[in-house]
Every structure is written in structure tokens, then in C-alpha cells.
């Protein structure tokens, strides 16, 4: 499985691109492959405020919806507004076209203190 060196994990197995103070996240590889052929994604909290572990939405899979926590306090900004027709740019391309929300950071440290893709390979077993 592929965790680009050049992103911060959770344990909740979304990732984060850190860019000045604007952060782009989505979900793993990993996470998508557990979850299987996604079919909807909801993210109903653009333009809130929210603290870190917060769900800021859900996903669908043909299974199982799954909550979508956010890895650190901030404000959404934006979703991918091409998830709503093509929703399965998740599970063809977790962390290019799948993105899922782009949001400014209240803390950029904070996003330091998350994990890095060795401690996220160790934590999945991959």
C-alpha cells in the first residue's frame, strides 16, 4: 500500500497535506480498501468551525456508512465538489482527485504532532 511520505496521518486513518495554514485531507489507501467501493460521500459542515476528532461527515460504502473525523481544530472551507458525481475518485485516487475537504488550520503545529507515514504503516501492519 502506498502512504505518501509528504502527509501526516491519523489514527482514524484520514490524511493531511499541510500548505501554510491550509490543510487538504481525505482518507488512506488503507481506509478505502477496508471500506470497499464507496458510493456516496456527505459532508454537510463547509463554512463551520470545528475541534479536532469532530465528525465533519460521513462516508458511504456498499456496506457501511463510516463517520470522517477531522485531524485538527479548524475551519472548512471547501469540499470536493467532484466526489458528489464521482464518488469513487476515493477509491482510485485516495490522496489526488479523492480529496474530500480542504480547511485553515487554527494551529499548523498541531499538525506535526500527528502520525508520519512509518508510524502509519506500523499502526495498519502493512
Not at 502512504?3 to 501554510?20: Q, S
Not at 479548524?74 to 475518485?89: A, F
Not at 487554527?106 to 499538525?111: G, R
Amino acid at each position: 500500500m502506498n502512504f505518501p511520505a509528504n502527509l501526516r496521518y491519523t489514527k482514524d486513518h484520514e490524511w493531511v497535506l499541510l500548505e501554510g495554514n491550509v490543510a487538504t485531507i481525505g482518507i488512506t489507501e488503507f481506509a478505502q480498501r477496508e471500506l470497499g467501493d464507496i458510493v456516496f460521500v456527505d459532508i454537510p459542515t463547509v463554512g463551520k468551525s470545528l475541534e479536532a476528532e469532530e465528525v465533519f461527515g460521513t462516508v458511504e460504502a456498499v456496506k457501511t456508512v463510516s463517520d470522517l473525523f477531522l485531524p485538527v481544530a479548524g475551519t472548512i472551507n471547501s469540499q470536493n465538489e467532484e466526489l458528489e458525481g464521482e464518488p469513487e475518485l476515493v477509491n482510485t485516487d485516495p490522496y489526488g482527485d479523492g480529496w474530500m475537504i480542504k480547511m485553515t488550520v487554527k494551529n499548523p503545529a498541531d499538525v506535526a504532532g500527528l502520525l508520519d507515514a512509518a508510524a502509519y504503516t506500523k499502526l495498519v501492519g502493512e
